[in-house]
């Protein structure tokens, strides 16, 4: 079975420029996560899909910050426009569904650094 | 709100030494407590979990008891191994309504020396 999936693995950009990320979940997970990982720090959430709906988003800048999953299968995060303090790892994560015991599968994560 | 402490590292030990790494929680209800493992250049990987209190997570010869009235989950092993080497984070899961979203720890580096 194939894993969560996460494009680019690395990126650098300038402050004020915008960047998308792309994650695939694992086949017939209805459940998608992303996650911000700063570095010496946990993950946090940013925004949680079940299908194509939003659960929580209470985390996330909305000013700067933008998520979608039209398809309820694969899903992009983007930011515009980038402010040092986004440099991170992003993670995705995918459940089967959003229930208290379901275990989360994480992909590889995207590198960010921004100058 | 709901937080996870986990001792901070790095955990330096040498192959076949005995393994602690201490992690304390505070949630308002009963979460379900994790263990993840994210070795170099992977992404995170659930290693153990338990849902209720006393219940014992174990897997790969680590274990984890969900203490309630010490608000604890504490990672042991027995005999670590160079292979082990890699960032441990401590994690709940809150649940409200259908998020079940994860709370993690700051992560534990252990290193472990042959």
């Known amino acids: 079975e194939a894993g969560v999936a996460q494009s680019p693995r690395y990126k650098i950009i300038e402050k004020r420029q915008s960047v998308a990320f792309w994650c695939n979940p694992i086949s017939g997970h209805a459940t998608l996560y992303w996650y911000q990982q700063i570095l010496g720090q946990g993950p946090k959430l940013l925004i949680q899909?079940?299908?194509?709906?939003?659960?929580?988003d209470s985390q996330l800048p909305k000013d700067r910050f933008s998520a979608e999953r039209l398809k309820g299968v694969d899903s992009t995060l983007k930011i515009q426009p980038a402010k040092l303090e986004d440099s991170a790892v992003y993670l995705c994560?995918?459940?089967?569904?959003?229930?208290?015991?379901?275990?989360?599968?994480f992909g590889p994560g995207t590198r960010l650094t921004v100058l | 709100g709901d937080s996870v402490t986990q001792m901070e590292g790095p955990v330096t030990l040498s192959e076949e030494a005995f393994l602690t790494i201490n992690c304390t929680y505070t949630?308002?209800?009963?979460?379900?407590l994790f263990w993840y493992v994210q070795y170099p250049g992977e992404g995170l990987q659930l290693l153990l979990k338990?849902?209720?209190?006393?219940d014992k997570g174990s897997n790969k010869g680590f274990e984890a008891t969900y203490r309630k009235e010490t608000t604890s989950f504490h990672l042991e092993k027995g005999s670590v191994q160079v292979s082990d080497s890699a960032v441990y984070f401590c994690?709940?899961?809150?649940?409200?309504?259908?998020?079940?979203?994860?709370?993690f720890g700051t992560g534990t580096l252990l290193a472990v020396q042959p």
């Open positions: 899909f079940q299908n194509n709906g939003v659960v929580d």
């Open positions: 949630a308002t209800g009963y979460p379900s």
């Open positions: 338990a849902t209720k209190a006393d």
């Open positions: 994560a995918s459940s089967p569904s959003g229930s208290l015991y379901n275990e989360q599968f």
């Open positions: 994690a709940l899961s809150e649940y409200g309504g259908a998020t079940n979203k994860l709370i």
